[in-house]
């Protein structure tokens, strides 16, 4: 076990059973013209993360630990995507509409594809997600269980909507786990250090939370 530095107390990482889940780096939340920015919300909070989070893939790699990344997407007939989701709101261009980079949010167009900064090397598993949990119609759980991870190290965009989630889809499942503060974004800078707060209150009822910089010495 190696002792990481966190919010409420220690996180005992074991490097045999740990995993990096990256949420969502993909172009439609990150960059202009995608469905983040459909939604109202500029993303230059977002686009900003983008070294941390690769400097994060890079230490798991590094040490020859599991990398998994997540896009939220849908399928092209949208038959995955309730109406209730694609029809919430206001937005300037639905799930599916044509936009800059393709439809909004389906699989396979420009606009799905991870960001170049943080793009998987082959081999890495990448898990497309209909929901804003990774676990949700996902076989994610299956995945871990089958490789022994109980351990999962999360990054990604954004904090309180699909971050959050997944860490408390996978709480419930009982995998420990860590939110690295630098590796994570939300449009709402308020939203994020509310989520960091709540996930480590109540003695980690949610997980832990902890630094880069942190990880980085600790694991060094
Ligand atoms: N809108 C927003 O903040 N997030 C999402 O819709 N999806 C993810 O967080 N990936």
Known sequence: MIDIPAEP???PLDPA?????????????????GFGASL??????LTAIIPAVADLIGLFRQKGWP?????????????????AKRLRGKPSLRIGDP????RILVRGEPGNQIVDGCAPLPGEVVIDKPGKGAFYK?????????TGIRQLVFAGVTTEVC??????????????????????ESYFPEFKAAT????????GIVGWTCTLPALQKAVA
């Open 9 to 11: 107390g220690p996180f």
């Open 17 to 33: 059973a740990v995993a990096l889940i990256v949420i969502d780096m993909q172009r439609d939340f990150v960059e202009p013209g």
């Open 40 to 45: 109202g919300n500029d993303v230059s909070r």
């Open 67 to 83: 990398v998994i990344h997540t896009r939220e997407s849908h399928l092209p007939d949208l038959s995955d995507c309730p109406p």
């Open 99 to 102: 936009g800059p980079m393709g």
């Open 138 to 146: 996902t076989n994610l759980d299956a995945l871990l269980m089958q």
């Open 163 to 184: 971050v959050q989630t997944s860490m408390r889809e996978a709480n419930d499942r009982g995998f420990e786990c860590l939110l690295v503060e630098e590796a994570t």
């Open 196 to 203: 960091l707060a709540m996930i480590h209150a109540q003695g």
